[in-house]
């Protein structure tokens, strides 16, 4: 199974959505390398980065159900795909 590295990028605005944003982290922990979590309470957010060595529709899932959470925003950033040019 062919994987790319990621980073996904968690902006949490409804604090109490967190539990959930949680659980849901931990059900793909297999494919995650690393996680950072800045909580921002003078802001009222907390901002996750989370790095996966997962195949494509795996991050596409987690990103997908992340953002779907309300008060949840969520995007990725991919590694260039194996025999691509960097041009």
């Known amino acids: 199974m062919e994987t790319r590295i990621a980073l ?3 902006v949490v605005e409804d604090l109490s959505v967190s539990p959930k ?3 849901l982290l931990h059900e793909y922990g297999q494919w995650i390398r690393g996680r950072m979590g800045l909580p921002y309470p003078e802001k009222g957010v907390s901002i ?3 790095v996966l060595d ?3 529709q795996i991050i596409s899932a987690l990103t997908g159900k992340l953002g779907s959470m309300p008060g949840v925003s969520a995007k990725a950033m991919y590694t260039k795909e194996k025999g691509k040019d960097n041009v």
Do not use: L, M, Q, Y
């Open 48 to 50: 996750i980065s989370i």
């Open 54 to 56: 997962a195949p494509n």
């Open 8 to 10: 996904v990028g968690i």
């Open 21 to 23: 944003v949680n659980d």
